[in-house]
Structures are given as C-alpha cells and as structure tokens.
C-alpha cells in the first residue's frame, strides 16, 4: 500500500480538493490554514448487537445516539426493532456491543423510541406510544445508564419526535409532532395534506436541581387554545399554522431553543426559562440551477428547481446569533442543500445552492434514483468545536455521506471533506472531547446484505482513506458525475493514466480517464461510447482493454447469453466492431456472461482478445468458468478452463471479475458476493498465458496461483466491505490498481474503493 501521507501532503490534497468544490453560489472561499483529517476508525453493524437467539436477518437499525459524558459508551434508537442499543466505543478502533433494552419491557411491544440523550448517569429516551395519527402519545422514560433499570417516566401529551439538551444540562426540550398520516384526506385538501389535528406543540422538561421522578414538564403550545393559528406563525408566513408539527430542536448557550417545523416550511425561537415564543419566520423558497432533476439513467446537472420551499428537516445553533437547517424537504420541497440563517432578522445569510449535489456527483455518490424526488435529501445535521474550530456536519439520506465544514466564519462556510457512511446516515454525534464522531445509519436489508451500523471517525494526523477518487469540472465547470466503476484498463504509453467505464447503471456508456498518480485519483475526462448508429448508447460494459492499435475492447455482459458481446470501439468512442458469443456458448449463459477483457498483440500485430465469464456456462463442470480465446484475425473463438473456489454461506456464489494480460500471465480477480463482515473471497490469481488457440475437446483447466487478497486491502479503510471487487490492471509505472463497482447506490453503500495494491513485480513475480 502506497505511505501514509504527511500533514503537508494532507494540506495540499486539502487545498486541491476544496478547489474542486468549489462552484456555484456557494463556493465559499477555500484555504489551506486548517486541514481537517477526520478518518474513518471503525463501522459497526448493529445486528451484531441483537439478543441471544434472535435470527441475524431481522431489522435492525440505528438512528439517533448520545454518548456517556465520558464519551465512552453510546447509544442509540432502534425504532425497527422497538429498542435502544449500547455500544462500548473507548476503543474506536474497536467498538463492542453491549446489549440492549427492549422497550417491551418498558411498556408495550409496538413502543417505538424516536431520539434519546444523556444528562449525567441517565438516559432519556423518547417514546412513540401512539396509537394511530389521530391518537397521538408519547412518554420520556429515564433509563439508569448504570444498570438501565427506569428510573422515571413522564408523559409527554403527544407524540415525540426529537429531543435536545441545554449547554448547562437545566432543560430538556422535545418536538412533539403529532405527525400527519400520509394516506388521509383532510376536509377541501388533498391526500396528505395539512391540516391534521390534533396540532403539534413543544414540551420542555425542566431537570436541575431534582431528582428525575420530580422533573416537571410544560408544554409551549404553537396554536391558540381554541385551535387557531399564533398570530406570530401567521405573519410569518408558515405553509398551515394550525397544524405546525415540529420535527427538530436544537439550544443555543443563551438557553434559546429553534425548532423546524418542516412540513410547514417554518422555524420558531423560544426562551426556554419563560416558554414564551421569541420569533418565527419562514424558511423560504431557493431556485437552484445546476442539478440532475431527471431519472433517466444520466447524471445530468443543468436541470433547475424554481422557487421551492426548503422544508428543513435538521437544525443546530452556529453560535448565540446564527443557525443551520438540513432542507431535506417533505412533500412540496426540499432543496438538496443547507442553509445558514440569522435567527435576528430569519433571513438566510448563506445558502448552498447546488454544491452539496455537486459534492455528491464529485465523489462517485449521486443517487439517480432520486434525481426527479429531492436528490441527496440533506437530512441530518450537527454543529460542533474541535481543537478551536467550529465544524458543520451535513449527512446525505439518499447519497451516503456526511459532508465536513469549516464555520470560523459562519456566514461563509468552506467545505472541508467528506466521510462515506453506511446507507441512510441519520444521526450525526460529535464527540468532541474525544476527537470523535459518530454516524448511526438506518437503512438495514439483510437480503442484500446492505445493514444498518455506527460508523465512527477521529479528527488526528492521519490521511483519510475516502474518497479515493474524485472528478474533476468539465467543459462546463460542474462535476464529472460518474459511478459503478466495474473495470480498469491502463492507458498505452502513459505512466499513471488508467481508463474505467460506467455499466448499465447508467443509461449512456462513459469512458473514463483517471489520474492515479494523485491522491486521491482523479477523473480528468469522459468519452461517450457511440452505438453503430453513431448515437450515444449503453453498453453494460463489464470489462475494458485500451487497445496499442488505438481505441478500445469492451466486454458487454448481456441480459440473456445472446446480448454478451465483444465491441471494439475506436478512439472517439465509436462502435467498429461487435463479436458475438459461439451460439452454443451464448446458449448455455443466463445473466452472468463476460466480466472482463484483455488483449495481446504481438511483433507481427497479431492481436487476441482474452475475455472471462462470470460464471459456469450450464453445460459445463460445475465450479469450471471458461476464459476466452478471440483470435481478431482469423475471426475465432477457442476456450480455456479455470477452476472456481467453493462456498458454503447460503445464497452465496463464487465466480470471475476482471481479467487482464500480465507479461507470459493472465490475472484474474476470483470473488464471493457477500460484502461487510460477510465478505471472505476478494483474491487475485494468475494462470499461465496460453500461447496458442485451446485444442478441442474437454475444456483444458489451467492451474492457478494465488497472487494477492484483496481483503485486507479492502478492509484496511475500516468501513463496509464492499463486494463488487471487478477492475484490475497494471499501470505504465508499473503499479497494480484495483476498484470496486458502487452498482450506482442501488442495494449498496455507493463507497467506491479504488486501491494500489502495489508493483506489478511484488505482485505477479517477473514475467
């Protein structure tokens, strides 16, 4: 593996990366003055943490998290599974379960905790008792972090959505939504729409000075007693003033509390010692030019939104004076950014426009699916101080990141980094006094093998190990967007420039140019791949081989044994040539055919293409995979066999990935399916390049060598193990590069990991 960078060279990449970020209205200016190092340090997947005896495959997830005040032991909600977990992080390299609670022993067995804290030696956890949307409840239980026995428990009026601590630990203030029911109909309205009473309120819990069973709570109504709307939440423009729903809290040091009250587009302040409303104010509208705002299978930033409300989810206290929202929006906006607002005036100082997208598409992470709902769904956010800097937190639902700011200057944030999580980062915890942050995630599919988990990081000296490539602008300035990277070739006479393609993730084939030599890597250009009509096309291109002749071999994987191709294209991206299957070849394949090409061309310019498949084709050996002899001249196909590795995890398979010429060798990459702490088979292996077509007959099985695990190369970034380990090649300089396939976020983290594995000498041996 390449040396650990030091806090110059960290600077420098710092500096290149803020520079690239830099775009639209919110390119706030960058400098080199505090690198920020946050490095991922270890994920948790939290069905570890289940009860004895309960299958492995049920849902589990993590949401929100507090931490002990020692910062030691955190824990979070689990509203899937009706409980709150424990984890034991003093080691954050190596976190540990340490059970949890059902809240079925607290109450009833479909209680649901929504958020939790921490003041002192006990916990409060926040409870969804409700019966149905119109039968609104909730209650705060406090839990004895010592024994997690209740120690108290308060009922709440409503039901609870988020709750925060003050600075001084004297209040307690929780969003009681009383959420609407998506499905119902109010009288005049639409499905869904507001208003649905009965209507959302604060409740503030006052803590010092008692013990927890004599706390008192009092509730801060947001509409009159008879049910009408504040005047205050009227002149202030919110969307349904007699259904406000409150979905976030935050309190500044001035015991201020701002909470959102999302759906209605709105934001209220309140004094927590009186209750008394101090302002409300919209949160307004933004027209953003600049992001994708079509699913079509093209990450295509030039469509607009026009004049949409941000409908903020997240909020948290810059200082005394300023705020930031998340603009995850609901159901008439959301405005794929943040903001930054000054709670004197209500008027927003700063906003992201398109950049926080841009980030998205910069770093492999672009969701497609979502471009035509609310993009990368800012939802979380946290604000906090480390080493006497202020740092903004902005986690992407959708996208699967957390993006880093610098607020020294909180009217003009500088983004800093981004860390990759797990799928659906919902809670967002600095742990300043340790240098840490924790991430708690809450999608969660065993199916697929995609589970929740508490990722945790630290701020130190160290490179952080994401992203290990980035794009550069294009002709137009925004980002290259680009994903599932699923091969690699290197590029003919160029020492560090490689060349990867997209696959069917996307609609339109790409080849992509890569700078390996830097750090991170960098995407420099696009080519669009052309069908034989001379028209953009896509190709789920599986393997890419950078001819000596000029232009390309690409291995298509087709839907069917018939669609899997050879197609050579020339240096412009055009379609030449297409070599199909041997009709009894393409017979026995169903969706898994070619996943990689390569190619030879000797003195005389004799070429042939050596291509694999993923799998057995049917008629085959089980455990057999055949590799394919192309002869270009003479227009034929001859096979070689290679033997596959075994399993025994249900549902798992084994089968080939990459292959590409080394010298008198050809290099295979030979994997499992399985990804997290699943994964087991990431492995290289060489054969012996054949010299001469394959005699008929019975498939001639070449013996293999292992040559390197990947594995531990993969796990070495402390993050989810990715699966889809498919490109391989050997670059001018001799360096071995390997990446992993993101499937474009669908049933997967979207954390692309591309990785010098070394020389080719270390590696391969000579040859």
């Known amino acids: 593996m390449p040396p650990k960078r030091t806090c110059a060279a960290l600077v420098a990449v710092a500096v290149a990366a803020g520079l690239l970020a830099g775009t639209g209205a919110a390119s706030a200016h960058q400098d080199a003055r505090r690198p920020v190092a946050f490095d991922r340090t270890a994920t948790y997947p939290v069905f570890q943490n289940r009860p004895a005896g309960e299958d492995p495959a049920s849902p589990t997830v993590a949401e929100i998290s507090a931490t002990s005040e020692d910062g030691r032991t955190l824990v979070y909600t689990d509203a899937l599974a009706r409980r709150i977990g424990f984890l034991d992080i003093s080691d954050s390299d190596r976190p540990r379960g340490l059970g949890t609670l059902s809240l079925a022993e607290l109450g009833n067995s479909e209680d649901e905790p929504t958020s939790v804290a921490v003041v002192g030696k006990y916990v409060l956890v926040v409870v969804n008792t409700s019966a149905d949307h119109t039968d609104p409840s909730g209650r705060l239980d406090v839990i004895s972090l010592r024994d997690r026995r209740r120690v108290a428990s308060h009922d709440l009026g409503g039901q609870p959505d988020s709750i925060a601590i003050s600075k001084d630990q004297r209040y307690a203030a929780i969003a009681i939504e009383n959420e609407r029911d998506e499905e119902a109909t109010p009288p005049g309205g639409e499905e869904g729409d507001l208003p649905q009473l009965p209507a959302g309120f604060v409740r503030i819990v006052d803590l010092k000075g008692a013990a927890p069973t004599q706390w008192r709570t009092r509730a ?213 006094s340790r240098d840490m942050l924790a991430v708690s995630s809450e999608e969660d599919d065993a199916s697929v093998n995609v589970r929740a988990s508490v990722s945790l990081f630290r701020l130190g000296g160290h490179t952080p190990s994401f992203p290990s490539i980035v794009s550069a602008g294009d002709s137009g300035g925004a980002p290259i967007g680009w994903g599932a990277l699923g091969a690699l070739s290197a590029v003919p006479g160029k020492s560090h420039q490689l060349y990867s393609v997209t696959d069917a993730a996307y609609s339109t084939t790409k080849i992509l140019t890569l700078e390996a030599g830097r750090q991170p890597a960098v995407i420099t250009r696009s080519l669009t791949v052309k069908g034989t009509d001379g ?219 591309f990785m010098d594995l070394g020389s080719s000498r270390e590696i391969f041996g000579r040859h």
């Not at 009159?224 to 040091?253: C, F």
């Not at 609901?330 to 209500?346: E, H, K, L, N, Q």
């Not at 055949?626 to 227009?635: K, P």
């Not at 088979?681 to 019975?698: E, Q």
């Open 535 to 753: 028209q953009p096309t896509g190709y789920d291109v599986e393997g890419i081989h950078a001819r000596e002749q000029g232009g390309f071999w690409l291995a298509v994987e087709g839907a069917t044994g018939a669609g899997n191709k050879l197609v050579r294209l020339d240096s412009a991206g055009n379609t030449r040539q297409v070599v199909d299957l041997p009709a009894d070849i393409a017979a026995g394949l169903a969706g898994q055919g070619f996943e990689g090409v390569t190619a030879t061309t000797d003195r005389r310019g004799h070429e042939v293409v050596w291509a694999t498949l993923q799998r057995e084709v049917k008629t085959d050996p089980a455990g057999t995979v055949r590799l394919g002899r192309y002869d270009v001249e003479s227009d034929t196909w001859s096979w070689y066999g290679y033997r596959i590795g075994s399993t025994t995890t249900p549902g798992d398979w084994i089968g080939l990935s990459e292959i590409t010429a080394v010298g008198d060798k050809l290099a295979v990459i030979e994997r499992d399916k399985l990804n997290g702490p699943s994964a087991r088979i990431k492995r290289v292996y060489t054969v012996d390049l054949p010299k001469s077509a394959a005699p008929a007959g019975p498939l001639r099985v070449l013996p293999k060598k292992l040559a390197h695990d990947v594995l531990p190369d993969l796990r070495e970034t402390n993050g989810w193990t990715q699966e889809k380990l498919e490109g391989l090649t050997v670059a001018g300089n001799g360096e071995v590069y390997a990446v992993t396939d993101n499937d474009g976020l669908d049933n997967a983290t979207g954390e692309t990991a």
């Open 220 to 432: 801060v109504p947001l509409t009159r007693p008879d049910g009408k709307a504040l005047p205050a939440l009227v002149a202030a423009g919110i969307t349904e003033p007699t259904d406000p729903e409150p979905e976030y809290v935050s309190i500044n040091g001035r015991d201020q509390l701002v909470v959102t009250l999302q759906e209605n587009n709105g934001v209220v302040l309140l004094d927590l010692p009186t209750g008394r409303i101090t302002k409300a104010f919209s949160a307004g509208t933004a027209s953003v030019d600049g992001i994708d705002t079509v699913e079509d299978g093209k990450i295509d930033l030039t469509g607009s939104i026009t004049d949409v409300p941000r409908e903020p989810d997240s909020v948290g206290w810059i200082d005394d004076r300023y705020l930031a929202t998340a603009n995850e929006g609901d159901w008439r906006g959301g405005t794929r950014g943040w903001s930054v607002f000054d709670s004197r005036t209500g008027k927003v100082v700063w906003d992201a426009g398109n950049s926080f997208e841009e980030i998205a598409a910069r770093h492999g992470l672009h969701n497609e699916s979502r471009a035509e709902k609310k993009g990368t769904e800012p939802e979380g956010l946290a604000i906090a101080e480390f080493d006497g800097v202020r740092y903004a937190f902005v986690g992407s639902e959708r996208s699967n990141f957390v993006a880093v700011y610098d607020l020294s200057r909180p009217t003009s944030p500088v983004f800093r980094q981004v860390l990759a999580t797990t799928n659906g980062p919902e809670g967002l915890l600095p742990i300043p």
